[in-house]
């Protein structure tokens, strides 16, 4: 897939050319309350932000009418108080089907240039969104040909929805279809950007009280080449995947962290192989995509599969060198597994070193961010 070029979002307050387009007013820019020298997110053309789509986007979110059994929403899976992660180790579908992955939190989704934990093919939200709605291995909200019909026609139906619609496309006659279901959803997961952690109030604000000497240590160990920790979760992402409206590239990373070393030659578990499942190459053997930290102390269980339960048993994960999973059907040596990434190496920690490095990572919670109204059940408006 060939990298999208960025599109430059217009600021705060700037009116679009044109005060009249084809009868009506054009709506305002959307405007992104960002820290100064903290990137606006790449948004597509075809979708461009607005106010009355990311507020659709939102009713949607919370609306348990978008799945199969009527009793599931996107913020099942996605709870505001846990950085829209659900702290379950592998989320449970509409049908009660248990997924092989843990669900991600989606604050800052924005600045993936990849979406899902191992799909080099989904470079956008708007890619993605149908992955949850209509997926099938597993199935998720378990929309499908049967009833995605009666699923759209209830939410056309419903007045409360009417305004909605009318604010999203005001220029536009109001069709509920399942595309602008996509885009509304997209739009309003792309608006949940979070940038005032300690972190950020330390690098973006200038306040050098925002961070405690313990995690000024903890970030001077993050970026060490001792742990190399910063080579998979560098930028202000915490990501190597990521894009930026600026951006003039696209990366697309994706590593083997050691987790597993089933048949001694590399293997992942047959339930998820990671990006092998896409290319086929061997070389992608258990190569998943490292996720952003931001909030990370919130979004317990960790890797792919939440099959680890603390940050701290992260942190010895890695200066391990990898796992060991000594006994059972998964038993193997990650430490050795041949296609594991040259950054994921054992190294010393003192009890010291692993509290500031804790203490640093727990300084990416954007707190705000958990009782936002901007991302909150509209029923507690």
Known sequence: MSPRPPTRVLLAGVLVLGALVGGCEAEPAWVWDLPEGFPEPWVPEDN??????????????????????????????????????????????????????????????????????????????????????????????????????????????????????????????????????????????????????????????????????????????????????????????????????????????FHNTGLYNVDGDGSYPLADQGLFNITGLERDMGAFRAPSLRNVALTAPYMHDGSVETLEEVIDLYSAGGRVIEDGPLAGDGRDNPHKSGFVREFSLSEQDKADLLAFLEALTDESALTDPRFADPEDD
């Open 48 to 253: 461009p932000m607005s106010e009355g789509k990311v507020e659709l986007g939102r009713h949607l979110f919370y609306d348990k009418r978008l799945s199969g059994n009527g009793s599931q929403s996107c913020a099942s899976c996605h709870h505001q108080e846990l950085a829209f992660s659900d702290g379950l180790a592998s989320s449970i579908g509409s049908t009660g089907e248990v997924g092989a992955r843990n669900a991600p939190s989606l604050t800052n989704s924005a600045y993936y240039s990849t979406f899902s934990w191992a799909n080099s093919a989904l470079g956008s939200i708007e890619e993605f969104t149908p992955n949850p709605l209509f997926g099938e291995f597993p199935v998720e909200l378990g929309v499908h040909d049967g009833n995605e019909g009666a699923i759209r026609d209830a939410l056309e139906a419903d007045a409360g929805y009417q305004a909605l619609w009318e604010e999203a496309w005001p220029s536009e006659e109001v069709t509920v279809s399942w595309e602008r279901i996509e885009q509304a959803l997209s739009s309003f997961v792309r608006s949940i950007v979070t940038a005032d952690s300690p972190y950020d109030r330390f690098t973006y604000g200038g306040d050098r009280d925002a961070l405690n000497e313990s995690e000024i240590r903890g970030l001077d160990l993050f970026l060490s080449e001792h742990t190399e920790c910063h080579h998979c979760h560098g930028g202000f992402h915490f990501t190597l995947s990521t894009v930026t409206a600026d951006s003039t590239f696209v990366e697309r990373s």
